[in-house]
């Protein structure tokens, strides 16, 4: 299958290999694996600092009630599953340029 330019392949903008279906700019599926694997890492770390933090921050101001330590307990987690998705995001972004 030819692309609209003219090229039935297209390098990887990072290692340079000719894949088939690939547009200009774009990373083959083993760059892509590896980026993805290391912008997982780099998540998972900044995610669970965030989260220490919070949980810290939320453990000294909160009433002794089995209430509010529930509730606290929640976001703590909400807080992580929304740092953790962000960071992913933003360092998938930032490890693809």
């Known amino acids: 299958m030819r692309l609209p330019s003219g090229f ?11 894949t088939p279906g690939l547009a200009f700019g774009e990373l083959c599926r083993d760059c892509l694996k590896v980026t993805t694997a290391r912008a997982n890492r780099v998540a998972r770390l900044i995610s669970l600092a965030v989260t220490a ?18 509730w606290a307990a929640i976001c ?11 960071a992913k995001k933003v360092a998938l972004e930032h490890l693809r340029g």
């Open 8 to 18: 039935a392949e297209v390098p990887c903008a990072r290692c340079g290999s000719f």
């Open 53 to 70: 933090l919070a949980a810290a921050y939320v453990s000294l101001r909160i009433p002794p009630t089995p209430t509010a330590r529930m």
């Open 76 to 86: 703590v987690v909400v807080v992580y599953l929304i740092v953790r998705r962000v």
